[in-house]
Structures are given as structure tokens and as C-alpha cells.
């Protein structure tokens, strides 16, 4: 069974409204941009809110680039639904492939780039600290590297849930026409 769908057939499947299309990012991602109808249900809440997918419809996940994507794939598959989907390379995948996407005139930093800027700027910081002041500063630059080590080796990163939460990312849902709660 092919466990992933590619954006032209993903939008063949929603126009013949053969599925529900499920968008795990976080709501700050969705509201800069989204397909419409899908439902928001960001991936640290999937388990708790798996209640609101019909089990009996073919579920497609997506995220960004496809990550998330997988970890909610296998999330619902154990619990116990049968057709789920990924998107393959996410919301980045359906763009490229010139698809129709809601897009927000909201300009904010992506999470990705305020995690970019907090790492740089700590390991900067503590690399400087480290040089001119006392060596133990290095510990920063190590703290950071760890996190990135973690990240890159799970696909989880506790600085991209810490800053979704931050009051300049929450955003309200930002369409009408989007599932989003």
C-alpha cells in the first residue's frame, strides 16, 4: 500500500471530496498560509483530537515538508485508522507544483527562521561570552548544539513548540473557509 499521495493527485482526491486533508503544522504556519478546507489539528494534539476525523473517510496529513506528515501518519495508524496519507514534500510540494493555496497578508517571521535566529544568536553570544569572559560560557554553544543534534536525529525540536506558543505567533484562523480551531 502506497502510504504517501502527491500533490496533483491529493487535489484530484479533495475535488472529488474523497478525503479529509488534515494540516499538522502549527496555527501560526496555517495562518500564513494554507490549503483551503483543510482541518488544523497541530501534530501535539493529534492524539488528543484524533475524535474529530471520521475513521471511516481516507485521511491525508500534511505539513510542511513532509515530517510531520509522517510522525501523524503513524500516530493515527495506531489508532486504529486505515487510509492515512501523506503528503508528499508537504504544503512546499503542493506550491512548487503551482496548486492554489490561501496565503495571509499577515508578514511574520516562519518558525523555522525565528528557531534560525535564537540558535545563531546563542551560539554567538556564547561563543563570544566563552572567548573574552569565562570559558564556561561554551556551554551555551554545546546546549544549542545538543538541541540541534535532537532535532535532526528525531524530527522534534522543543524550541519550534516553546515559540508557537509565544504571544506574536498565535494567530486566529485567518479564513472562513478554513477547518481551523
Do not use: Y
Amino acid at each position: 500500500m502506497n502510504h504517501s499521495i502527491t500533490p496533483a493527485d491529493l487535489q484530484r482526491l479533495t475535488s472529488e471530496g474523497g478525503c479529509q486533508v488534515i494540516d499538522v503544522r502549527e496555527p501560526v504556519e496555517h495562518a500564513e498560509e494554507h490549503i483551503l478546507g483543510t482541518l488544523l489539528i497541530p501534530l501535539a494534539q493529534l492524539e488528543s483530537r484524533c475524535g474529530e476525523i471520521d475513521k471511516d473517510k481516507a485521511v491525508v496529513v500534511l505539513c510542511r515538508a513532509g515530517t510531520r506528515g509522517q510522525q501523524a501518519q503513524a500516530k493515527l495508524q495506531a489508532k486504529g485508522f486505515g487510509d492515512v496519507k501523506n503528503l508528499e514534500g508537504g504544503i512546499l510540494a503542493w506550491k512548487a507544483a503551482g496548486l492554489p493555496i490561501e496565503a495571509s497578508s499577515r508578514k511574520g517571521l516562519p518558525l523555522m527562521q525565528q528557531v534560525q535566529l535564537i540558535i545563531g544568536l546563542g551560539v554567538l553570544t556564547g561563543s563570544i561570552l566563552a572567548l573574552t569572559i569565562d570559558p564556561l560560557f561554551a556551554l551555551i554553544p554545546a546546549f544549542f548544539g545538543a538541541g540541534l543534534t535532537l532535532a535532526g536525529s528525531t524530527g522534534w525540536c522543543g524550541l519550534v513548540l516553546l515559540l508557537a506558543k509565544m504571544p506574536w505567533n498565535n494567530a486566529a484562523c485567518a479564513s472562513k473557509n478554513s477547518c481551523c480551531r
